[in-house]
T-cell receptor, first 111, second 112 residues
């Protein structure tokens, strides 16, 4: 059974710092891996999707990496801003439509 | 596009009552997903549809839960009868093929 873990559960850093969020999974046979952002009282917004055959994806200040052999993914946020404050969720694709979710990391960027 | 639309945004009901949650997916999307999010269990996929047909409902917790998609632009998730443990945020999401899923704002359900 695929299990997805995100550590830490919460993270607070000063504005401007670069930071890394971690996601680990137990079964390397994945279809894809996605990182989402959730703001309080709102839905989820997809940030990056990495296909099983890919190693990383980049979008602006965000870079996500995937290492299937070690069962790990990281989300790197460069030059953090207060607007980056949110909960970040990692979701592993068991198939092309079924996602297994981590519990999320709550990120607070202090001005 | 207005994105995925869900209604109501908040629902408070008493145990035993019927609850109906509604979702309008993004036009042109052929997949629709219903999720439930709680503090204890996180996000869980309840059911998903492809071209209005239910494909996998293995996440539906009990027979009290049912979902329909009568057409490409509308889906409902019904709980009858509702119980306090059904209290959660219910999300609807849609996608085109196996691309990114777009989520609605969610319905916060409280069953007293």
């Amino acid at each position: 059974k695929q299990e997805v873990t995100q550590i830490p559960a919460a993270l607070s850093v000063p504005e401007g710092e670069n930071l890394v969020l971690n996601c680990s999974f137990t079964d390397s046979a994945i279809y894809n891996l996605q990182w989402f952002r959730q703001d309080p009282g709102k839905g989820l917004t997809s940030l990056l999707l990495i296909q099983s055959s890919q190693r990383e994806q980049t979008s602006g200040r965000l870079n996500a990496s995937l290492d299937k052999s070690s069962g790990r993914s990281t989300l790197y946020i460069a030059a953090s801003q207060p607007g980056d404050s949110a909960t970040y969720l990692c979701a592993v694709g068991r198939s092309n439509y079924q996602l297994i979710w981590g519990a999320g990391t709550k990120l607070i960027i202090k001005p | 596009d207005a994105g995925v639309i869900q209604s109501p945004r908040h629902e408070v009901t008493e145990m035993g009552q019927e609850v109906t949650l509604r979702c309008k997916p993004i036009s042109g999307h052929d997949y629709l997903f219903w999720y439930r999010q709680t503090m204890m269990r996180g996000l869980e996929l309840l059911i998903y549809f492809n071209n209005n047909v239910p494909i996998d409902d293995s996440g539906m917790p009990e027979d009290r839960f049912s979902a329909k998609m009568p057409n490409a632009s509308f889906s409902t998730l019904k709980i009858q009868p509702s119980e306090p443990r059904d209290s959660a945020v219910y999300f609807c999401a849609s996608s085109f093929g196996d691309n990114t899923q777009y989520f609605g704002p969610g319905t916060r359900l409280t069953v007293l």
